[in-house]
């Protein structure tokens, strides 16, 4: 009951947005500007931001960045930690309380798309397993194929078979299953379960995108610029504090392409080659995943005047 009074409270009207994007699209600095003009703090959207001692390789914002504007959800678990969606939602719920407390906004910003929907659809969990249907929807989808049960979707769930692809197998199948094994589609699951999300509905979220070339030009000069900070000296100083590569944060994007090198696997120009390319590999789904949500409010990094004008019309 008293996490429910929490959820509850979060969700009365106050000032709360979300700035979100692509790896490398310019969040932070629009973040600070637009938390200076509203008096906000900054709850990060960052599954790896969580994790202390991972600074340089997950684009932290600086300590004197910090200081300036307080931030909430960065460096609050050690990298050998689990952290989950439910945990997110649990700690971010908390930092707003604190925030809606102090009499202040609070700015949701990063780019784990996966939180975001948490924040904004709640967690959605369905167990109601079982073996016979899934089995035999599998085998009518190698029987049918997926065009067949694609139609079949969009007469029993036409919001979910419009943002699933026909091709898209295995979110075809759960929809069909999650509709035949409960009697409700995965959209009125969906709907319902979203209401009681810790951020309502028309909260405003703001999304970033720059052309292609652009992006990935500002991908491979962040790369360039975390060499140049240390990353290689910070993934030897992760290793030497007993952090394996293999833990999840170890994996991620920069940490396991130093981890190569450190150990020989890769000489440093290829391994850096090889973390621009996978950052922009990694861009690419988080726009396509952000994509997918409803109303986001896609803008240029440049644009931030129109930014501000929307703001002022939303919150």
């Not at 790896?48 to 997950?58: N, S, W």
């Not at 604190?98 to 798309?113: D, K, S």
């Not at 379960?193 to 292609?212: D, F, H, K, T, Y």
């Not at 491979?220 to 952090?243: C, K, P």
Request: aromatic share 8%; glycine share 6%.
């Amino acid at each position: 009951m008293k996490d429910q009074e929490v959820y509850r409270k979060n969700r009365e009207p106050t000032t709360v947005f979300c700035l979100v994007g692509p790896t490398a699209v310019g969040k932070t600095a629009l973040a600070l500007e637009l938390a200076h003009k509203y008096n906000a703090e900054i709850i990060s959207v960052d599954s790896m931001q969580v994790y202390r001692y991972l600074d340089i390789g997950t684009a932290k914002a600086s300590p004197e960045e910090r200081r300036q504007v307080p931030h909430h959800l960065i460096d609050i678990v050690d990298p050998d930690e689990d952290y989950s969606l439910a945990r997110f939602l649990a700690d971010a719920a908390a930092a707003l309380a604190a925030i809606r407390e102090r009499g202040r906004a609070a700015l949701f910003t990063g780019g784990t798309g996966l939180y975001l929907r948490g924040l904004l659809e709640g967690i959605f969990k369905f167990d109601q397993y079982d073996p016979e249907l899934r089995l035999n929807l599998k085998n009518r989808l190698e029987r049918e194929g997926p065009a067949a049960l694609h139609a079949e979707l969009a007469t029993i769930d036409p919001p979910s078979a419009c943002r699933i692809h026909p091709h898209d197998r295995q979110r075809l199948l759960r929809a069909l299953e999650i509709f035949y094994a409960s009697g409700l589609s995965w959209s009125e699951h969906l709907r319902r379960n979203r209401q009681q999300a810790l951020l309502a509905a028309e909260v405003p979220v703001i999304g970033l995108a720059s052309e292609r070339d652009i992006l990935y030009e500002r991908i491979n000069r962040r790369v360039e610029t975390m060499l140049a900070q240390g990353l290689i000296d910070e993934v030897a100083g992760l290793l030497a504090r007993g952090y394996g590569p293999e833990l999840a944060p170890m994996q991620a994007i920069g940490y396991r392409h130093m981890v190569d090198y450190l150990s020989g696997r890769y000489p440093l120009e290829e391994a850096k080659e090889l973390m621009a390319r996978d950052t922009r590999r990694y861009a690419k789904r988080q726009f396509t995943w952000f994509r997918r949500m409803e109303n986001i409010h896609w803008y240029d990094p440049g644009e931030t005047e129109q930014i501000k004008l929307l703001l002022e019309q939303k919150i």
